[in-house]
């Protein structure tokens, strides 16, 4: 058993007295009927040249078959690359090494196993439930309490479970953007409405990843120069449907690029980090195979996720730089997602922490911190 730190007993504490807390924050989001979404038919993206409007039990087969699919029904109007013409520069060279290496020794497996054993408590994470809704506000409160003065509150969706958006001001440029980004929910992809889905790795491990970097970053007292945003998306399992609606609501707005963790603390036996090199942005992927070099040990390795793999697809669509550092180098290599046996007992956490790290130095680089 990994000691107890003065932190994680406190953490573990707020954990604890989170149930009254939920029960407060819940009524503060608009209750939305779990039918309303799939009332009728939904337009949905099954590859850049193929579209349907499937029914919910369609789609629910969809997910079942494990394929990848966007629902585009709500951002029809929505021009791609809409982003295009906002492109922003980023850097082709690391700059803050000794910055960053003075925030690495303050990232801690605590807070990421505390806060995913509760997270995978949940029956499941189903966006389109009372549980995805539930556990949306539970993360919430647990945000603020690891981050007191955070800037964070839900992004409501046409579905029960809202993302989640935490800012950071920037000082000298804040309506550039850097986004951190992960999704909340879960799903078993058998019985999506009642069906255990801890999500543990799925993408319960991208969740605390991102988290971890948020409190590590908020404490340090530095200040990005550009306006770091941490989301925490709902509905990706429905199709990457609450990216789809964060990134239609930041058409013209100036995001530099966004940088997704979805599953880290699942490696193979030779850990690498597998960098997503289909539906991103080439000049991103540089940075971030100089970044895992520079603060981890772990090598890199190239590979194809396929299409509509995880919410980045819905910034590139938009024309928006984005990223992905994968937890290793076979994007199917966890097989117990989408199921029961997605537990945290599966998570290595040492293996998790490295990924905190490549946040914190894309955040350094990217948002120019001082």
Not at 311 to 329: K, L, M, T, Y
Request: aromatic fraction near 8%; hydrophobic fraction near 40%.
């Amino acid at each position: 058993m990994t000691k107890m730190t003065s932190q994680y007993v406190r953490i573990k504490n707020t954990a604890m007295k989170l149930s009254t807390v939920c029960a407060f924050a819940i009524f503060s989001f608009t209750v939305v009927s779990a039918s309303d979404l799939y009332a009728t038919n939904r337009l949905i993206q099954l590859s850049e040249d193929k579209q349907e409007w499937l029914s919910e039990s369609q789609i629910n087969k969809l997910i079942s078959s494990d394929a990848r699919f966007r629902d585009i029904t709500d951002i029809r109007d929505v021009p791609e690359n809409a982003n295009q013409a906002a492109l922003l520069d980023i850097p082709t060279s690391l700059t803050h090494q000794k910055l960053v290496s003075g925030l690495l020794p303050r990232v801690t497996k605590d807070v990421p196993q505390s806060v995913l054993a509760n997270l995978t408590s949940f029956t499941n994470r189903y966006y389109n439930s009372e549980n995805g809704r539930k556990s949306s506000a539970w993360l919430l409160s647990t945000i603020q309490s690891l981050v007191p003065g955070i800037n964070a509150n839900s992004f409501p969706h046409r579905f029960p479970q809202p993302s989640i958006i935490a800012r950071i001001e920037g000082t000298q440029n804040p309506n550039e953007i850097v986004i951190i980004s992960a999704h909340q929910d879960s799903i078993n992809e058998e019985d999506p409405v009642a069906g255990r889905a801890p999500g543990a790795d799925d993408d319960g491990s991208g969740t605390v990843t991102i988290l971890e970097a948020l409190r590590v970053f908020a404490h340090s007292g530095l200040k990005p120069k550009r306006s770091v945003e941490f989301h925490w998306y709902a509905g990706e399992e429905g199709g990457l449907l609450g990216s789809a609606d964060v990134s239609k609501a930041y058409e013209g707005k100036k995001v530099a690029a966004v940088l997704h963790f979805d599953m880290t603390g699942y490696p193979m036996s030779s850990p690498a980090v597998g960098i997503v090199t289909d539906y991103t942005d080439s000049n991103t992927n540089d940075l971030l195979r100089k970044i895992v070099a520079a603060y981890t040990d772990l090598p890199t390795n190239d590979i194809v996720c396929g299409y509509a793999c995880s919410d980045h697809a819905s910034w590139n669509a938009r024309g928006v730089r984005a990223a992905v550092p994968f937890e290793c180098q076979k994007v199917e290599g966890n097989t117990n997602i989408h199921s029961p046996k997605d537990s945290i007992d599966t998570i290595d956490f040492d293996h998790l922490v490295k990924f905190v790290k490549i946040a914190l130095g894309f955040i350094a680089e990217v948002a120019d911190a001082d």
